[in-house]
């Protein structure tokens, strides 16, 4: 089975730069989470949704990060313009959840995103 | 607030020994917990979890114990492989299903 798909692996662009990140989830899973991965502030969840519904988004740092999810089988995460400081690997996670869940989340590989 | 805190960024152990790592967390409301491995250039990948209402839960050579009352959880993997070594993350989750990650503790096994 395909695990979390993410594009591109890398990423290096100019600041100031549109910068789209792509996700495909575990296919039958109904939430899907967008994670960002520093030295400084390890691992931290930016938005999460849950059957493509944004349930919360108190992580996106700024008005210039956006996330959708048009379909069960697609998310974007769009940053605009990029600055050198969202310079990060960022995890796109999906789960199952139901009432007696586990909560356990599978993650992508990451996108490794760099900013000059 | 970092509310899941892993004290120990590193832990280094003789394969075939025990490995040891720690985490605790703050929120009483909390009601599932689960350990995550990663390796360089990965994703972390799950390992092992256990709820609440549980003290321990073992799966191979990985045991995850819990003590609500000292808000503390630990990993035991028996015996420690050269492949164990990674960097090791405690999640703690919400009833949404939200997850609260530690900074991680970066296990190396020597031969």
């Known amino acids: 089975d395909a695990g979390v798909i993410q594009s591109p692996r890398h990423e290096v662009t100019e600041m100031g730069q549109e910068v789209t990140l792509r996700c495909k989830p575990i296919?039958?899973?109904?939430?899907l989470f967008w994670y960002r991965q520093t030295m400084m502030r390890g691992l931290e969840l930016l938005i999460y949704f849950n059957n493509n519904v944004p349930i919360d988004d108190s992580g996106m740092p700024e008005d210039r990060f956006s996330a959708k999810m048009p379909n069960a089988s697609f998310s974007t995460l769009k940053i605009q313009p990029s600055e050198p400081r969202d310079s990060a690997v960022y995890f796109c996670?999906?789960?199952?959840?139901?009432?007696?869940?586990?909560?356990?989340?599978?993650f992508g590989p990451g996108t490794r995103l760099t900013v000059t | 607030d970092q509310q899941v805190k892993q004290n120990s960024p590193s832990l280094s152990v003789q394969e075939g020994r025990i490995s040891i790592l720690n985490c605790d967390y703050t929120?009483?409301?909390?009601?599932?917990f689960l350990w995550y491995k990663k390796y360089p250039a990965e994703g972390p990948t799950f390992l092992i979890s256990i709820s609440s209402i549980k003290d321990k839960n073992e799966d191979g050579r990985f045991t995850v114990f819990l003590n609500k009352s000292a808000k503390h959880l630990s990993l035991h993997i028996v015996p420690s492989q050269p492949g164990d070594s990674a960097v090791y993350f405690c999640?703690?989750?919400?009833?949404?299903?939200?997850?609260?990650f530690g900074a991680g503790t970066q296990v190396v096994v020597t031969p």
């Open positions: 996670a999906s789960s199952f959840s139901s009432d007696d869940s586990s909560y356990e989340q599978y």
């Open positions: 929120n009483s409301m909390f009601d599932y």
């Open positions: 296919s039958g899973h109904n939430s």
């Open positions: 999640a703690a989750a919400d009833s949404w299903g939200k997850l609260q």
